[in-house]
């Protein structure tokens, strides 16, 4: 059963997707929800309490924190893939939120960067990685922020364009495209 916090972050989800954060009212989220707009204020504020909670809530910082604190191998091409996979299934199920920043990018920038913190931590986590493997001599030595921001703008690039083109081509090449991105990541920084 879903709690009251988690009821309006859902609804808000919803609606915002469909509609455009813009167009959707506090009203609408709370009639949506099953609760009275006072509930939606206590618990969230604001609209865009609503909204940085949906981000904070389905952040897949947390997961990543504890990927990286407890699954990290020291691999490359184990751990790469690990991280990879992590990403693109934590982005798919988090769909609405990256749909609702991209449908509102121009009118309401800040959507966007209650949204770039996430990614920003996420790249740190990379950078600090990459600089453990070349401490541990398992990579070439190399600029290590700018690999991290080709791997996540490569993994982006694919989902983005997976989530905006629903079944179209990509779909079918979801395997090769790990495979391939993986392979010329390790053909690139192996030692």
Not at 57 to 83: C, G, H, N
Not at 145 to 174: C, N, P, R, V
Request: hydrophobic share 45%; charged share 25%.
């Amino acid at each position: 059963m879903q709690n009251t916090s988690d009821k309006i972050l859902q609804a808000a989800l919803a609606l915002m997707q469909d509609k455009g954060y813009q167009v959707v009212s506090v009203k609408e989220i709370a009639q949506h929800a099953e609760v009275s707009e006072m509930t939606v204020f206590r618990h969230f504020k604001t609209k865009m309490g609503v909204f940085e909670a949906a981000v904070e809530r389905f952040s897949y910082i947390p997961s990543f924190e504890e990927i990286f604190a407890k699954q990290i191998v020291w691999d490359l091409e184990t751990d790469l893939t690990l991280i990879a996979k992590s990403y693109l299934d934590s982005m798919n199920r988090n769909k609405s939120i990256f749909l609702i920043a991209i449908q509102e990018r121009s009118d309401f920038p800040e959507l966007n960067q209650v949204i770039a913190k996430n990614t920003m931590k996420l790249k740190d986590l990379i950078i600090s990685y990459f600089t453990s493997m070349q401490e541990r001599s398992r990579m070439k030595e190399t600029n290590v922020e700018a690999q991290a921001m080709i791997f996540l703008t490569t993994l982006y690039g694919y989902f983005s364009s997976t989530a905006l083109w629903k079944d179209h081509f990509l779909h079918e090449w979801e395997e090769p495209f790990f495979i391939n991105t993986i392979d010329l990541f390790c053909e690139a920084l192996k030692k």
